[in-house]
C-alpha cells in the first residue's frame, strides 16, 4: 500500500514549517519550560488519555518544585488524524512556541509528516504512542513502545512458535501510510521463522465481518491476528463455530471493554507493548497506577505510554546542567545513558543515531471470563530459531 499523497495545503505549511522552524528561540531560559505534543484526541485514532497523563506527570514535578525551580507547561495540539492539522500544529509549537521539545505525543500522522522539520529545528520528540514507521526510522523521534510493526511481528510469532499453530492468517485494517510496516513486519516473521501466512486480508471494514471469517476458515487458519471492532467480529466468529482459532487482536483492543465484549468459548489473545496495564501489581504499573488513579485518567496501555515519556523526559531534564533550551535538551537526549524502565522490556534510550526503536519486547494476555488474564511467559522478543 502507498503512502497517500498529502492535499496541497498541507504541503505548503509543511514547507513553510521546514523553512522557519529554526529560526525561532528556541525556547526561553527563564518563565516556564514549553514542552509540546501533537495527540488525536478527535478523529479516527484517538488517545485522549495521553496527554492527560504527561500532564499529571508534570503537575506532580511542579508540585515539588518544577526543574531547578521552573515550571514544566505542556502544549497539546489535537491533529485528529488531519495531515494539514497536523502540520500546523507543528508550526505553531516550533515556531510561536518555541517548545524545547515534544514530549507524549500520540498523532497517527505525526511522525511521517512532521520528521524532517523535527531535524531542521533541532528537537527531539518523544512520542508515548509511535504509529506510523516513521516514528521509529528517524534520527530525531524516539517512541517509548515497541510499535504497531514490533508488535505485528511479536503476535505472529507468539501464533506460530508459542501457540504452535501452522496455518496463520491476517485480517488488518491497514491505516494511512502503514502498508508498508506491516509488508515489513511480515517479512520479518518470515526470515526468523521460514513460515509464510496462510491467507491475508488488508482491507478489513467495520461491516458485517461474515465474508472474512469465511474465507479463514476455507483457508484453514489455526490462528488470526485481528486489529478492528470486536463486538461484531467476534460475536460472528462464534456464530461460524470457530471455536478452536486462536485470535491475537492488535494494541487498540487491548481494553476492558474488549474483554467484555469477546463471548465467552473463544481463544482470544492480545500482545501489549508495556507491562499489561490490567495487573497493577507488574513491575512499573504501580507508579503508572497511581499517577492515573489520583487524576482520575482512564486506564489504558496508552496512558501507559504517557506516562512512561514524561517520566523519562523528567529524569533527562533533571541530570542537565545548565540553562534548559532547546539546544541544551536536544545535546541532553543525544548523549543520555539507556535507562531502565521496569514497565517495558528494554531499556529505553535516545542517543545519536539515525533511527530509534529502543523498547523491544512484547507481553500477552488472554480474554478469560470477561477479563484479560496475564499469561506468564514474560516478555518476548522474536528471535531466530
Not at 88 to 109: N, P
Not at 183 to 195: A, H, M, N, R, Y
Amino acid at each position: 500500500m502507498q503512502i497517500p499523497r498529502l492535499p496541497a495545503a498541507a504541503v505548503a505549511v509543511a514547507l513553510l514549517l521546514t523553512a522557519t522552524a529554526c529560526n525561532d528561540d528556541s525556547g526561553s531560559t527563564n518563565g516556564p519550560i514549553k514542552v509540546g505534543a501533537i495527540n488525536g484526541i478527535t478523529g479516527l485514532f484517538q488517545t485522549p488519555e495521553v496527554p492527560q497523563s504527561v500532564k499529571a506527570v508534570f503537575d506532580e514535578v511542579n508540585a515539588a518544585g518544577g526543574i531547578n525551580g521552573r515550571k514544566l507547561e505542556l502544549i497539546s495540539v489535537d491533529d485528529a488524524m488531519n495531515p494539514q492539522r497536523s502540520t500546523e500544529a507543528a508550526v505553531d509549537l516550533l515556531k510561536s512556541k518555541g517548545v524545547v521539545a515534544l514530549v507524549g505525543s500520540s498523532s497517527a500522522v505525526d511522525c511521517g509528516l512532521n520528521r524532517a522539520a523535527y531535524s531542521k529545528a533541532g528537537v527531539v520528540s518523544i512520542p508515548a504512542v509511535g504509529v506510523d514507521p516513521a516514528c521509529f526510522s528517524s534520527p530525531n523521534i524516539a517512541p517509548v513502545n515497541p510499535g504497531p510493526f514490533n508488535l505485528l511481528t511479536a503476535n505472529l510469532y507468539y501464533a506460530s512458535e508459542v501457540l504452535k499453530r501452522d496455518k496463520v492468517c491476517l485480517d488488518y485494517t491497514v491505516l494511512p501510510g502503514s502498508g508498508s510496516g506491516i509488508e515489513d513486519s511480515i517479512k520479518k516473521w518470515t526470515e526468523l521463522t521460514g513460515k509464510t501466512l496462510a491467507h491475508k486480508e488488508l482491507a478489513i471494514t467495520d461491516g458485517d465481518p461474515t465474508k472474512y471469517l469465511v474465507a479463514d476458515k476455507d483457508a484453514g487458519c489455526q490462528a488470526v491476528l485481528y486489529n478492528g471492532v470486536v463486538g461484531p467480529y467476534f460475536a460472528q466468529a462464534k456464530t461460524q463455530g470457530m471455536t478452536d482459532t486462536a485470535f491475537i487482536v492488535g494494541a487498540n483492543s487491548y481494553t476492558d471493554a474488549s474483554a467484555q465484549a469477546i463471548p465467552a468459548g473463544l481463544d482470544v489473545y492480545a500482545g501489549t507493548e508495556w507491562q499489561p496495564y490490567t495487573d497493577t501489581s507488574l513491575p512499573g504499573n504501580e507508579r503508572w497506577s497511581q499517577v492515573v488513579e489520583k487524576n482520575k485518567i482512564q486506564k489504558t496501555a496508552f496512558s501507559q505510554g504517557g506516562v512512561m515519556a514524561a517520566d523519562l523526559f523528567v529524569q533527562v531534564l533533571k541530570g542537565m546542567s545548565g540553562p534548559v533550551d532547546r539546544a541544551s535538551v536536544t545535546k541532553a537526549f543525544k548523549s543520555m545513558q539507556p535507562i531502565t524502565y521496569p514497565m517495558v522490556g528494554t531499556p529505553w534510550v535516545f542517543g545519536p543515531g539515525d533511527t530509534h526503536n529502543p523498547v523491544q519486547g512484547s507481553r500477552f494476555v488472554k480474554a478469560v471470563n470477561g477479563s484479560w488474564q496475564v499469561l506468564p511467559e514474560g516478555f518476548i522478543v522474536p528471535a531466530k530459531k
